[in-house]
DNA sequence: GAGTTTGAAACT
DNA sequence: CAGTTTCAAACTC
């Protein structure tokens, strides 16, 4: 496979061993590459591994690899690869670019929509690291736990490559589809990460790190690559990319990214259109200007050069920029981008601000660091993702909470704040949002507790989540039997692929099985259209930490179909309330519930008593309201769960689903409390119409915010004006779809009206999360 | 780390 | 819809 050394860089286009690469699926482990010789060692281990096996301690891993790389990477690379241009053949970063160019071609080759989803669960994930990690650089770098990150930053490095010293490369590249781009996103946000990193690290941290994360990126890229081609993948990654998002986001942030956020809806649509189309112009051209670039670029080069040596960095740098747009395009859409922007704002500010800057400087601020990447494992239960805090699905929770603060801070840093809470939210980036918030959540843990600080706020606890968190943030599902295309998975569950700290077995839940799995997740919505809602959605802060929108609220966090215990007393995890940190609702069946974030007994009287009220005012508008009110308030004291109604459902659909939990996620810790209002529809029956009264104004809420303008209006002009705790009241779905009690039958209907989130359709939209086709549609239709 | 417990998910 | 089985997490040792 090698070239020859002196082979002709330019002819490597045409070079059956481009072919071959191309050609290649990944599968060796980075070793071989290691001990293997240049190209074929490279494929393997790109290939092989999984990336898990790469990643899998991010930490370690990914610095032995990166080292192992590195060497072993640069060798040849530059040897063999350097073909490329000729004239760079001495230098490192043009074999390392070759090399790169391949594994990106194979990857572009691929699909796409992984990527997003992948990104979205990685951003999610999240490095876990601690607060310290700062290293993230390095991590990426490293082998990033997050596979996709490796990959990514292979990817992106070409693009740089090619940019810069690779022109040819470029065409090649550019000859890719729109597709191919997208992935490059991915790499070009690794680059970015590289990048960035590499040059942080260097100056604050550590040479050595830069230098582990440039061998690593070399040789990562090509692991990565590899993972990419075979999975798709990324999502796996996921949690590698959310750190790179978080990079990615940062920088954007910086740049487009608070412009995105500003423009929540649309911003992810925006955005992935650009990522499609014209990214690079734009994402360059928005985020940095030329010369920051080409200072970055230089810097960076310097730095790299140092260290390594082998990086072309300028290109690199420019990559870094595009991938950080496209990823943000890509999580954005998830509206994961405005997380990863917080995180990375938090963690590394200095990326978003940085961009001017040179890298360096934002490496400096490693205690930035995205926090904690604690983990954000991911594994964290839907309820988690529910509970926005939650720690599980999503991760989502704790990033939010994370997220939040990190937007914040990043908000404080560039202005924006809140508002890219709130866009998050409605971008519908829910698929990023809910891998963030799943790392998150992994990260922290989920039950109420973690989503106390985390929703609090102060960024930093966020990602501390983690800490707090039960180690568990690393951990992933260890299906055996439901190849993890069942809700028995968690993974599943949360909507985020299988990555490498899974443990499962046959495991059909990655990007590559894509298909397989949007088609399985559709099937088990349909069964039971809450069946990916987050069992608890925690609104209660989250309005107020977006701020944007006190209203929205989510309320605070409601438990979607409530708790059957009857051993656990609902005080440990078995008990979904409990894990999720939510007191029990009347939704709950449990038996001797003792539930300490609130009983089911308190809640159930509180409910009736509100229901009573609102019984009696059902019918009035008026009633409604104050109903509503009341209702809000007890869902926001009790267990702030909120019945996000359909629009909970985030599905793998990363887009959509995600999307919300965000917002939930700055809700609150629950409160140990009486019932929460969502699920007491379903306990009282008789006040059903009263609940789904409520329930709608959750709902109405939370859907009101996500759910496209079109769908909102036309809805509701039948609808009745509910009140919305918050105070907005939407009713559009709610009749149709009414949020009734969501065990029964009605259940189906409201998640299709529920717009907002579409679910696995939502995947192969992509794009706007809001707009899932399946739920806009029907919503539209029917409303009622 | 293996085995048990638990309750949700899936199935009938 | 209720009952049973399956499953994987949570927990215990």
Known sequence: LRQPAGADPFRFKDSPLFSFINSLSP????????????????????????????????????????????SSFADYTENELCMEDGTDKNKSPTSSTAVRLFACTSTITRESHTMITCSVNEGIVDPPKGPNDFPQPGRFDSGSPDHNTAPCHGVSVRSDLKQDKCPKLETVQTTNNTVEKRKCLFSSDMQLQDGCQPAKENNEVMGCEWEDLVSVTSGELLAFDS??????????????NAESCGYLLSKLAGGADISDRTHPATSSQAYYHEMVVGEDKTENGQLFPEDKKTILSEEIQDNINEENACIPLGCKVETQQRGVRRRCLVFEAAGYSHRTVQKESVGDLSFSTCKGK?????????????????????????????????????????????????LKTEQDVHGNLLSAGGNFVHSGSGLLDLQMDNDDCSVGGFLGNDHNSSQSSSPPKKRRKSDNGDDDSCKRCSCKKSKCLKLYCECFAAGVYCSEPCSCQGCLNKP????????????????????????????????????????????????????????????????????????????????????TFGTRDVAVSAENEEM???????????????????KANVHS????????????????????SLLKQPNFSNAKPPRPCKARSGSSSRSSKASE????????????SVFIEEMPDILREPSSPGIVKTCSPNGKRVSPPHNALSISPNRKGG?????????????????????????SSDSATALALGPS
């Open 612 to 630: 009573k009220q609102e019984g009696d005012q059902t019918e009035s508008c008026e009633k409604e309201k104050e109903n509503d009110q009341q």
């Open 227 to 240: 993972s990419m081609d075979q999975h798709h993948t990324g999502v796996q990654l996921a949690v590698n």
């Open 512 to 595: 590559i099985h894509e298909e397989i799995v949007l088609s399985t997740r559709k099937q088990i919505e349909f069964r039971n259209p809450l069946a990916f809602a987050p069992k608890v959605i925690r609104m209660s802060e989250a309005g107020q930490e977006t701020q944007e929108d006190p209203k929205n609220t989510p309320a605070s966090a409601r438990h979607k179909r409530g708790c059957n215990c009857k051993k656990s007393s609902c005080l440990k995890k078995y008990c979904e309330c409990y894990q999720g940190g939510v007191g029990c609702s009347n939704n709950c069946r449990c038996e001797t519930c003792k539930n």
């Open 358 to 406: 040179s890298s360096a400087q934002n490496h400096r601020n490693p205690g930035k660091t995205p926090s904690p990447h604690v983990f954000r494992g991911i594994g964290l239960h839907l309820n988690a993702l529910a509970l926005t805090s939650k720690d599980k699905m999503a991760c989502q929770d704790p990033l939010a909470t994370a997220l939040v603060p990190s």
């Open 747 to 771: 259940r189906k209907l409201i998640l299709k009206s529920i717009p907002s989130f579409p679910s696995l359709a939502g995947d192969t939209n992509g794009g706007s999360a809001i707009c």
């Open 27 to 70: 599968i060796e482990p980075l070793k071989s590459a290691y001990s293997g010789n240049g190209l074929q060692a490279y494929h393997q281990s790109l290939n092989v591994t999984s990336v898990s096996s790469i990643f899998t301690s991010p930490h370690h891993n990914a610095h032995k690899e990166s080292k192992l790389s590195k």
């Open 637 to 656: 004291e009790d267990h702030k769960l909120v019945e996000l109604v359909v629009p909970i459902t985030p599905p793998l659909d990363v887009s959509s």
């Open 689 to 700: 119409t009263v609940q789904s009264r409520k329930i709608s104004k959750v709902g109405d």
